[in-house]
């Protein structure tokens, strides 16, 4: 018998744990799924970081943490952990990540803000460009961003990636490395952000690389808050550098109501919804990785603990 703990807000538990049985026995697995393992019996841990369990040192059979968030930001530097951890690669959630970018790019590059005409009387054509003439620079080709950037360059966007690591993304341009950065700023007309938050990644989007973005670009931040210097972001936005920002996640969620974002003209917020992990398929890919640890098989969707994600 594996004995699986599912660690996470007691929300989640009514929500998960009938995908999580169905999934283990379509995998053939004999496991029993529960809330209140002793931790000494527990062999997989179904995690969520915002969870009671911050100490694994008891866990002293733990084979693997397997997270149920795409971010790893808030177990990765955990010390007591040192089994290895898996991070969430969902097919649901990509597809809703998907939907969300592509949603907000083309209402920017529509510019719908403006052509969904008011009650007022006031008819001003505005007819935008073609989507091959609108260049799109993803920041962070993992799972999401290049899902995200093969979407959008199907649609027919010129569309640029940008990743730390060198990639390949058919029909995206791909750069890599700090000098690749500011060549993908230089041509975002519409950037959007997919980037994991680590050391290196937060203020990316500071006031000097602001700057090396066409006037009157657009950000679309689906990936993590602390990317963005806010207040370098504010100051762009009101010099008119940069148009307007869809923002969907945060440093402080909820964000707080005195926010300035709340009030910008140019600013849209979204409350964290741009995609979420769905149980239906999250538990598949839980299940597979726990069959895989069973069997003697490698992991999915490890993390590299010294990148941080």
């Not at 660690?7 to 998960?16: G, H, I, V």
């Not at 049985?21 to 799924?33: K, W």
């Not at 993803?138 to 093969?150: I, R």
Request: hydrophobic fraction near 40%; proline fraction near 8%; include cysteine.
């Amino acid at each position: 018998m594996t004995n699986v703990l599912f660690a996470a807000t007691p929300d989640r538990w009514q929500t998960y744990a009938p995908h999580l049985n169905s999934a283990f026995n379509a995998q053939g697995l004999t496991a029993d799924l529960r809330v209140d393992f002793a931790p000494e019996e527990v062999d997989y841990i179904v995690y969520a970081p915002n969870s009671a369990v911050q100490d694994f040192t008891p866990y002293t059979r733990l084979k693997a943490v397997l997270n149920l968030w795409a971010g790893v930001e808030g177990i990765v530097g955990n010390p007591t952990l040192h089994v290895p951890l898996a991070r969430m690669v969902d097919p649901g959630m990509t597809q809703g990540m998907k939907e969300w970018v592509v949603g907000h790019v083309m209402r920017h590059h529509l510019d719908m803000d403006r052509n969904i005409l008011g009650q007022d009387g006031t008819w001003a054509p505005h007819v935008p460009p073609l989507a091959q003439n609108r260049r799109v620079t993803v920041l962070g080709l993992g799972e999401l961003g290049s899902a995200c950037a093969t979407s959008l360059s199907q649609i027919g966007f010129d569309v640029t990636g940008w990743s730390r690591r060198p990639k390949e993304v058919a029909g995206v341009t791909c750069l890599s490395g700090y000098d690749g950065l500011s060549q993908a700023l230089s041509r975002a007309d519409i950037l959007v952000l997919l980037l994991p938050k680590t050391p290196a990644t937060e203020n990316l989007l500071n006031t000097a690389r602001l700057a090396q973005m066409p006037e009157g670009a657009m950000i679309v931040n689906p990936g993590r808050g602390p990317l963005i210097d806010d207040d370098a972001l504010l100051a762009a936005l009101n010099s008119g550098h940069i148009a307007h920002a869809t923002l969907d996640v945060f440093r402080v969620e909820p964000l707080p109501t005195d926010h300035p974002y709340w009030a910008h003209p140019n600013v849209t917020v979204t409350p964290h919804i741009a995609s979420e992990t769905r149980p239906e398929t999250a538990s598949l890919v839980i299940a597979e990785n726990i069959r895989r640890g069973v069997a003697g098989e490698p992991f999915l969707h490890l993390v590299d603990r010294s990148a941080g994600y």
